[in-house]
């Protein structure tokens, strides 16, 4: 059955209020015009305060879906079902994840990957355009707080693993050579990080470079042999 079954389900337009329609199912006589225009002068939501009505500027779409959801057994059995989005709902004109990342391993790749090694910002766990893309392939991707708490838990593991190597050299013997490198963040060009690393050989002769802490280095930047040295708590 074609979709403009709907439209004998509702009362005509009125000039007055545009393409605002009432379901006769929900008002046999509709809402006089001047109520109807008092509560828009007043910024009420005509659709909470009228729950019968809807807009109705080009498609049968929002008369079928409020004949579905109030009055099914109008409804033709013909009538193709509301179209599913997987884990993807609509709102507006854009799209939002309804289902939590279950996905452990996805989330700490994206930190690991994305956000440590290639520095991509944590917002963009929030981008409609990349979950449009990724959702219907992936599954619910994570959200940016879940972003933030695998965050802190990779770096932590990163800190323990560098502790322990360390530890490891220096109870083997190796010396240590200190050095540091800067950059600029992709999203902020006037912030700059400095990072410490730290250079030894091992007993088996491998030149090993670890990093031991990275800090914001605000201007102006100079001195900053000074900042490495604070990084590791070395007194000068």
């Not at 010396?175 to 030894?200: P, V």
Request: with cysteine; proline share 6%; hydrophobic share 35%.
């Amino acid at each position: 059955m074609a979709p403009n079954w709907a439209h004998e389900y509702f009362h005509s337009k009125r000039e007055e209020l545009g393409h605002l329609r009432f379901c006769q199912l929900c008002y046999e006589q509709q809402p006089e015009v001047e109520e109807v225009l008092e509560k828009l002068r007043s910024g009420t939501s005509i659709v909470r305060a009228y729950p019968g009505s809807v807009h109705n500027e080009s498609s049968p779409s929002s008369m079928i879906n409020h004949l579905r959801a109030k009055h099914p057994e109008v409804v033709p059995d013909d009538t193709p079902k509301k179209r599913k989005s997987d884990h993807l709902g609509d709102v507006g004109s854009e799209k939002v994840q309804k289902t939590k990342c279950k996905d452990k391993t996805l989330t700490r790749d994206w930190v690991e990957h994305l956000i440590i090694a290639n520095l991509e910002p944590v917002r963009k766990a929030e981008s409609k355009h990349m979950r449009a893309l990724l959702v219907p392939r992936l599954g619910p991707l994570p959200s940016r707080k879940d972003l933030d708490k695998e965050f802190e838990v990779v770096v932590q593991d990163i800190r323990d693993e560098v502790a322990a190597r360390v530890a490891e050299a220096l109870k083997s013997g190796s010396k240590f050579c200190i050095s540091g490198d800067t950059w600029k963040n992709k999203g902020r060009k006037r912030r700059h990080y400095l990072a410490c690393y730290l250079n030894f050989v091992t007993d088996n002769f491998d030149h090993i470079t670890l990093c031991a802490d990275v800090v914001e280095a605000p201007p102006p930047r100079t001195g900053l042999e000074t900042k490495i040295l604070g990084l590791l708590n070395i007194q000068k």
